[in-house]
């Protein structure tokens, strides 16, 4: 299959799975996750209509974005990002989508003052508590600081939210992370914080994207799906 014949596959099953729960499927953005994927093939993915990118390292992304002119497109950092790399991110990327701390927060703003360049940010929540992965804990006075801090960071633009639930062989067991992160979103959409604008909830990979539609995901990150297997 090719890549454009992919895309227009998963924009049908995207289309099924929001009808699926009375959604429509204009609600739900396709972001193709181009890590490790060659220049080509992610031009292949623009000519097919894809709007959206996501890279998870900066320097992958520094070294390709020079051969790429992708017309009308967002870039989306959407890995772990140490603050050393903030500087450079706010350069190359659009918007940062892996928001983790508030000291991050920072140092992109003042990243993008200097570039008098908007930074969309979305934050990054461990839906799973788990050890090994980054983002913050749903319910936490890190999540609450940052939030309550949107106003003075005036570079950023607070979007949403983003996660990546545990992995699960079935993706239905991911279902109960999908919709802990709806109901988060809805009660951080109801606090109005000042500053912050909550149409964004990102979540949903290759493998489960389906289920996290189904419990109200507005952007999902899809890879392998798109670009077959990634070379390890
Ligand atoms: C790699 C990656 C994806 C895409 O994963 P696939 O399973 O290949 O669709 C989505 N989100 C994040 C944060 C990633 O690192």
Same mark, same amino acid.
């Given at each position: 299959?090719?890549?454009?014949? =992919?895309?227009?596959?998963?924009?049908?099953?995207?289309?099924?799975?929001?009808?699926?729960?009375?959604?429509?499927?204009?609600?739900?953005?396709? %972001?193709?996750?181009?890590?490790?994927?060659?220049?080509?093939?992610?031009?292949?993915?623009?000519?097919?209509?894809?709007?959206?990118?996501?890279?998870?390292?900066?320097?992958?992304?520094?070294?390709?974005?020079?051969?790429?002119?992708?017309?009308?497109?967002?870039?989306h950092m959407?890995?772990?990002?140490?603050?050393?790399?903030?500087?450079?991110?706010?350069?190359?990327?659009?918007?940062?989508?892996?928001?983790?701390s508030?000291?991050l927060a920072?140092?992109?703003?003042?990243?993008?003052?200097?570039?008098?360049?908007?930074? /969309?940010?979305?934050?990054?929540? =461990?839906?799973?508590?788990?050890?090994?992965?980054?983002?913050?804990?749903?319910?936490? =006075?890190?999540?609450?600081?940052?939030?309550?801090?949107?106003?003075?960071?005036?570079?950023?633009?607070?979007?949403?939210?983003?996660?990546?639930?545990?992995?699960?062989?079935?993706?239905?067991?991911?279902?109960?992370?999908?919709?802990?992160?709806?109901?988060?979103?809805?009660?951080?959409? &109801?606090?109005?914080?000042?500053g912050?604008e %909550?149409?964004?909830? /990102? %979540?949903? %990979? /290759?493998?489960?994207?389906?289920?996290?539609?189904?419990?109200?995901?507005?952007?999902?990150?899809?890879?392998?799906?798109?670009?077959?297997e990634? &070379?390890?």
């Amino acid at each position: 299959m090719s890549i454009s014949e =992919n895309i227009a596959n998963l924009r049908e099953r995207i289309a099924s799975a929001a009808h699926r729960a009375g959604r429509h499927p204009q609600e739900i953005a396709l %972001m193709a996750i181009t890590k490790t994927v060659a220049v080509e093939s992610i031009r292949e993915a623009h000519d097919a209509g894809i709007r959206l990118f996501g890279e998870n390292r900066v320097q992958e992304f520094d070294a390709k974005s020079g051969h790429l002119e992708l017309a009308g497109a967002e870039s989306h950092m959407i890995g772990h990002l140490q603050s050393n790399k903030a500087n450079r991110a706010a350069q190359l990327f659009d918007a940062i989508d892996s928001v983790d701390s508030l000291r991050l927060a920072r140092k992109l703003n003042a990243a993008a003052l200097e570039l008098d360049k908007k930074l /969309s940010v979305l934050v990054e929540i =461990n839906i799973g508590g788990e050890a090994a992965k980054t983002g913050i804990a749903a319910e936490s =006075n890190e999540l609450d600081e940052l939030l309550q801090a949107a106003p003075e960071l005036s570079a950023l633009e607070f979007r949403g939210l983003m996660a990546v639930p545990p992995y699960h062989d079935d993706p239905e067991d991911s279902r109960s992370y999908f919709r802990d992160m709806r109901r988060l979103f809805a009660k951080l959409s &109801n606090q109005n914080f000042p500053g912050i604008e %909550m149409k964004t909830l /990102s %979540m949903g %990979m /290759s493998h489960d994207f389906e289920i996290a539609i189904e419990e109200g995901s507005t952007c999902v990150r899809i890879g392998t799906a798109i670009f077959g297997e990634r &070379n390890k």
